[in-house]
């Protein structure tokens, strides 16, 4: 196993949601460091029932998303579910602390436990999409792209430009503007609008969703007032869900909206489980709200370089590949997991079966070896290879067509009406090991 060797950068603490939450440059260089002086990497943190590997260089990534039979994902999704039972136990539903308690069960079982119990779904054999492998995730995928198809993508644009106007209408020139609660929503806004939530419930619900994303992250910073208010709207919306598709299948799944077909689609020849409908209506808002964690990104990473600002306002043909370029430079996700289904070697380390694997997005979207200028923002920049902003292979985001279209019919529109604008304030980060996020972008907005 690789050691750790002696450097001036510290290398990342990848548990620990306050190192997530500093200045990201510094936690690009401290991964940029451990990258160049140990690519696959043995940690071990405190507190964890087990140490994993942190696979930090493109190629190593890729090629765990190349062979999902070599590295599964039925055995958890993110670094914390690694944790020791006994640190997270009080925040898992009951039957899942009723699971842990089970005699023999391997670590990567008790990652599989934890994993559900914080997606909140009904017991350790659930099929979940971010929990399952092939043959079986491509089964569920299937359904959720049956929904969520590339024509209903494209015809989505002229009403993502409405809903954007509708909220660049809102902002007054000089004004100190929330970008997170503003056009930020525009993704959020438009998915209530494709699951069928009727127009008087769409703040609340965009509130609700909100919250439910939040509550995956670790702030320890977090009072209990707003873990408890987080909680509460946590709660809401999953009852709004199940209400939702209840409704949709009383109807017979009629209607065009994704809910109705998905009530009216099939799993292993029966009736999609309810369980399993419920974590895709999840899904498709979960679209909305990871999209307005890229352009809130995006417009903090705008506001830092005015100059690449300036050449999409005079050169807007260029939009969709600053989406590609913002995706690289701050993707949503930092890390994403696996488990080796038996021994292999990557970069001259042997990985045991069982062992847990820690992919940095982040940290292969800044390798030196794969891009030119990695540190550097460049809206130019060409795309021989694909960043790693929606993951690879079977487990590639879902909602990426519709996010990048979000995403560049968003910006058009916003550069168009407002070509200059000034961070206001300081920006409130999630502070997560696995996502990225805001809950507030303060800006101000030329005239």
Not at 170 to 183: L, N, Q, R, S
Not at 184 to 198: C, F, W
Request: hydrophobic share 40%; glycine share 6%; aromatic share 8%.
């Amino acid at each position: 196993m690789t050691t750790r060797a002696s450097t001036d950068v510290a290398w990342p603490a990848w548990e620990d949601a306050a190192f997530f939450n500093q200045d990201p440059e510094v936690i690009y260089a401290s991964m940029a460091a451990q990258r160049r002086a140990a690519p696959v990497y043995w940690y071990e943190p405190p507190g964890f029932a087990t140490g994993f590997w942190v696979l930090s260089k493109w190629e190593h990534q890729r090629h765990v998303g190349s062979h999902p039979e070599l590295f599964c994902s039925r055995y958890g999704f993110a670094v914390g579910d690694a944790s020791d039972p006994a640190t997270v136990r009080h925040a898992l539903p009951e039957w899942a602390q009723q699971a842990l308690d089970a005699p023999g069960l391997t670590p990567a079982e008790t990652r599989r436990i934890i994993a559900l119990g914080k997606l909140s779904l009904g017991d350790p054999e659930f099929e979940s999409l971010i929990l399952s492998d092939p043959p079986r995730h491509g089964q569920i995928r299937d359904i959720l792209m049956k929904a969520l198809k590339p024509s209903l993508v494209r015809s989505l644009k002229a009403r993502i430009a409405e809903i954007t106007d509708e909220y660049l209408d809102a902002i007054v020139p000089g004004v100190e503007t929330d970008f997170v609660t503003t056009v930020g929503r525009v993704p959020a806004a438009l998915m209530t609008e494709l699951i069928g939530v009727p127009r008087d419930m769409r703040d609340q619900f965009i509130e609700m969703a909100g919250a439910q994303m939040v509550a995956i992250t670790i702030d320890p910073n977090r009072d209990a007032a707003e873990v408890e208010r987080i909680q509460r709207l946590t709660e809401k919306f999953h009852d709004y869900c199940e209400e939702l598709l209840t409704d949709r299948k009383r109807s017979g799944g009629t209607g065009d909206d994704l809910v109705s077909v998905i009530a009216r689609s099939e799993y292993d020849g029966k009736p999609v489980p309810d369980g399993m409908a419920i974590s895709f209506i999840h899904t498709f808002v979960n679209a909305g709200e990871t999209t307005r964690a890229h352009l809130s990104f995006a417009a903090m990473t705008l506001a830092e370089h005015p100059d690449q600002r300036r050449l999409l306002v005079e050169r807007p043909e260029l939009i969709a590949n600053a989406v590609e370029e913002e995706l690289r430079y701050r993707p949503l996700n930092w890390t994403g997991c696996r488990t080796a289904t038996q021994q292999v070697e990557i970069g001259g380390q042997v990985i045991e079966e069982g062992d847990y694997v820690v992919m940095a997005y982040a940290s292969a979207n800044r390798d030196e070896d794969v891009w030119d200028r990695p540190d550097e923002f460049d809206v130019t920049r060409s795309f021989e290879k694909d960043h790693q902003g929606f993951g690879y292979g079977e487990h590639s985001c879902p909602g990426a067509l519709l996010s990048r279209t979000d995403s560049t019919v968003i910006q058009q529109h916003l550069l168009a009406r407002f070509p200059d604008w000034e961070v206001a304030g300081t920006p409130v980060r999630w502070a997560s090991p696995f996502i990225q996020g805001m809950t507030s972008l303060p800006l101000r907005f030329g005239s």
